[in-house]
């Protein structure tokens, strides 16, 4: 590898070892530092792969403060590997305000492709894969899980979580309250590794297995639900439209749709939203 001094993003493996790339190796081996998520962790990965290059933590509660000094590393002129515990940096780890930093300071930000759960995950599922949300942990306590679940109720997307043993259960009964039982839902379970596991069938019958097999609560899971079915909205009359641009010269659009509405017996939202799309 030719030497660049950058900050090289170096994804890690998820689960089977053999999933790192030679790149990734060699990188970690020709840095002068390898910032690790949890040094100890990431301990054990080095050792397995022969890598003796000096790390320091880099986590949630230092790394505005490491940032800096890892700047100062680059500016000296020696290259920096950022990995988190498992998987590709930033994706629900660490690292976004490390690499905004770095690039601020003048520096190559330079990523490897690799593991990452998320698209492992929705690679296997089944699910539409040509529009998809990754939404990351959702929030610990059920208001809030509530309130992120309500929001994405509508979301046409096919909808990727990450969620952790402890929590698989509440979170898949706010999925199953919030954004619907009969909803088609897959989770995939210890990815690459040698339990690995898909569950697949509605929001319902997934909570179902889980529930009944507490295997299945174990290890890290990636939950993936269909997105909102597409309603196609039914064409207004002519006359509605009609209507509506007659009272929208004398009055504001929303007091005109709801004029029209009651007239013709229409809603008043699908009418407000088609006098925006022609500009009254």
């Known amino acids: 590898m030719d030497q660049v001094v950058a900050l090289y993003i170096v ?4 689960g089977n070892l053999g999933d790192i790339s030679s790149r ?13 998520e949890d040094t100890r962790h990431s301990g054990r990965l080095l050792s ?3 890598i003796k290059t000096r790390t320091t933590a880099v986590h949630d509660h230092n790394e505005r403060e490491k940032a800096s ?3 100062e590393q680059l500016n000296a002129g020696g290259s920096v590997a950022l990995i988190s515990d498992a998987g590709t940096p930033l994706i629900s780890d660490p690292g976004y305000h490390l690499v ?10 330079i990523p490897l492709p690799g593991a990452c759960a998320a698209i492992t995950a929705l690679s296997a599922s089944g699910l539409p894969s040509d529009r998809f949300s990754f939404e990351g942990f959702l929030p610990a306590k059920e208001k809030g899980r509530a309130d992120k679940l309500k929001a994405l109720r509508e979301d046409t997307r096919t909808l990727i979580f990450y969620e952790s043993p402890h929590r698989i259960l509440p979170s898949l009964q706010s999925i199953q309250t919030h954004l619907g039982g009969a909803r088609k839902m897959v989770m995939a379970r210890e990815l690459t590794k ?7 069938g509605s929001v319902t019958e ?10 299945q ?7 993936m639900t269909h997105g909102a079915e597409v309603v196609e909205q039914e064409a207004l009359p002519a006359e509605s439209i009609e209507t509506l641009k007659i009272l929208c010269s004398e009055l504001p659009l929303k007091k005109a749709a709801a004029l029209t509405a009651q007239i013709h017996g229409l809603k008043k939202n699908a009418l407000y939203k088609h006098g925006l799309e022609i500009g009254l």
Do not use: K, Y
């Open 11 to 14: 994804p890690t493996p998820i």
């Open 24 to 36: 990734a190796i060699e990188i970690l081996n020709q840095v002068n530092l390898i910032a690790c």
């Open 48 to 50: 397995h792969l022969g």
């Open 69 to 71: 000094w890892i700047v």
């Open 100 to 109: 905004n930093f770095v690039r601020e300071a003048g520096f190559a930000v």
């Open 194 to 200: 040698t339990f690995e596991t898909f569950l697949s």
């Open 206 to 215: 997934v909570l179902q297995q889980v529930e009944s097999d507490p295997n």
């Open 217 to 223: 609560q174990r290890g890290e899971m990636v939950l």
